[in-house]
T-cell receptor
């Protein structure tokens, strides 16, 4: 299957700082990338959908000014958690879908980024 | 809104058993359905993708069936092994052009030697 990478794999930061997480599709072009958050023992919660070259679509209850998403190319999307607080500590996972076939395409997930805010 | 339920929530079995993991979803207007496994602290690994027009897909010891009209999918694992221990998630793809996935809480599987 296709490969999606995330960087960093884990990050610890102080409250009030901003953290950027990168999601890359390594061997395919991704028109659409998705960002999820997962709390311990919970399932994945979709935060936003990002399409290359356009603004991200955020799920209800997700603050777009706090979670900035940029999808500047067909292989890279970034999530920036601005002014992070301890309650933002979570496991953030991205997924990417290829350019052909539209919504029928399989989604491939990155390995996740563990964010801990002190 | 699509809701996904997976039964059982947890399963602990000795190796060698054939397993059945169930998934149900409330909105049958889906494009496809994916099964994933997630190891602790890791991302998701795609196991099988079933298009809405298909009834089943097979990969090695895994077989997934889909009954779209009744909102059900089943993952069969043959001859289970300790390496199969993980959380298994099913995720139908929604009816919008964005093709978002909807996740349930998964089935936590433990296969002991």
């Amino acid at each position: 299957g296709a490969v999606v990478s995330q960087h960093p794999s884990w990050v610890i930061c102080k409250s009030g700082t901003s953290v950027k997480i990168e999601c890359r599709s390594l061997d395919f072009q991704a028109t659409t990338m998705f960002w999820y958050r997962q709390f311990p023992k919970q399932s994945l919660m979709l935060m936003a959908t990002s399409n290359e070259g356009s603004k991200a679509t955020y799920e209800q209850g997700v603050e777009k000014d706090k979670f900035l998403i940029n999808h500047a190319s067909l292989t890279l999307s970034t999530l920036t958690v601005t002014s992070a607080h301890p309650e933002d500590s979570s496991f953030y996972i991205c997924s990417a879908r290829g350019t052909s076939g539209g919504a029928n395409n399989e989604q491939f997930f990155g390995p996740g980024t563990r964010l801990t805010v002190l | 809104k699509q809701e996904v339920t997976q039964i059982p929530a947890a399963l602990s079995v000795p190796e060698g058993e054939n397993l059945v993991l169930n998934c149900s979803f409330t909105d049958s207007a889906i494009y496809n359905l994916q099964w994933f496994r997630q190891d602790p602290g890791k991302g998701l690994t795609s196991l099988l993708l079933i298009q809405s027009s298909q009834r089943e897909q097979t990969s090695g010891r895994l077989n997934a069936s889909l009954d779209k009209s009744s909102g059900r999918s089943t993952l069969y694992i043959a001859a289970s092994q300790p390496g199969d221990s993980a959380t298994y998630l099913c995720a139908p793809t929604g009816g919008s052009t964005l093709g978002r996935l909807y996740f349930g809480r998964g089935t936590q599987l433990t296969v002991w030697p």
